[in-house]
């Protein structure tokens, strides 16, 4: 320890006949209480140790046991014991309070929050971006604001436009989805393009695609396949509803399959042990048929109308 005092005031005595370089190796109390070589504390590139650190721009490995911060460039590795906050970062920022206004790499943290755009990987129980986002995002609490390009794994989240692929418990997105949903509830205001698996799922958009789910509920047009306990059209549909109660409340071209099927106006085939069209045009199988402009009113085994 004595020689590492020695050669680090050794190094100080040095400074001068290097002011102008970034500082190669600082030592922080708290905040500006610091000491570096050469003397330059607000521009490091190199190795910090620190209670407290504050500088303008970083490279290299900070390591801090209380807080850190770097108001504009960080690139390296960053050690936080309880708060962490960057400028631009490139690197890997570790906290239990991790924030970055512009983030390329890893943020790992309690609280992981990025103010702008960001490209990499977040991790915490809270993680928010307020910008657009391309990358892995891993979080108990997850929400991002702008674009989201990537893979997300959350229990609760919410979300603009995504793009990618979503595994959670409780999921909102307010602008449109295009890939794989998995979740325990789902819910999407804007249009949906591809699969999604939930108990429950709501998509308030055009929805193309599969959704399968204990209750499905698409409220605007639809073209694809509805699978689950009960699922419902709300709206022009294209395709199959297959399940225990399948209900179209405007018109369904295509097939209608289940114990229990019902349709404002079908163009295609119904397939159950009680089916019902206000307006028919094609083919009901079951026990108990009825369709307004049907062959009859109501008929045993088949009805329907061509």
């Known amino acids: 320890m004595k020689k590492l ?23 922080s109390l708290w905040d500006n209480m610091s000491v570096s070589a050469p003397d330059n504390p607000n521009h490091v590139t190199g190795f910090e140790l620190a209670f407290g650190s504050r500088a303008n721009t970083f490279r290299g490995f ?30 890997v920022q ?37 910008g657009n986002y391309m990358g892995l995002q891993l979080g108990g609490l997850s929400e991002v ?16 436009n995504f793009t990618g692929v979503q595994f959670g418990g ?4 307010n602008g449109n989805f295009l890939g794989l949903q998995w979740a325990l509830s789902a819910e999407t205001t804007g249009n949906f393009t591809g699969v999604q698996f939930a108990g429950v799922t709501v998509s308030q958009g055009y929805f193309t695609g599969l959704q399968l789910g204990w209750l499905n509920t698409v409220e605007s047009d639809f073209a694809g396949a509805q699978l689950g306990l009960y699922s419902e059209l709300n709206a022009g549909g294209l395709g199959l509803q297959f399940g225990a109660a399948n209900v179209s409340t405007s018109y369904i071209k295509g097939a209608q399959v289940g114990f229990f099927n019902e349709a404002q106006r079908i163009e295609g085939f119904q397939l159950g042990l009680f089916n019902y069209a206000e307006s028919i045009y094609g083919l009901q199988v079951g026990l108990v048929n009825m369709a307004k402009n049907g062959w009859f009113p109501v008929m045993v085994l088949v009805n329907g109308r061509f």
């Open 94 to 130: 570790v906290g239990m309070i991790s924030e970055t206004d512009k983030m390329r790499g890893l943020q790992l943290g309690l609280h992981s929050v990025a103010h702008s755009d960001t490209m990499g990987v977040q991790t915490g129980l809270v993680t928010q971006v307020e």
């Open 145 to 160: 604001e702008g674009d989201f390009f990537g893979a997300q794994l959350s229990f609760s989240s919410r979300l603009n």
């Open 170 to 173: 409780l999921s909102t997105t």
């Open 5 to 27: 005092v020695l050669a680090f005031a050794a190094l100080l005595a040095v400074t001068p006949a290097f002011a102008n370089q970034d500082a190669a190796v600082k030592l």
């Open 62 to 91: 900070q390591w801090a046991f209380i807080q850190s911060e770097v108001r504009d460039e960080f690139i390296g590795l960053s050690l936080a014991g309880i708060r962490t906050k960057m400028g631009d970062m490139s690197g």
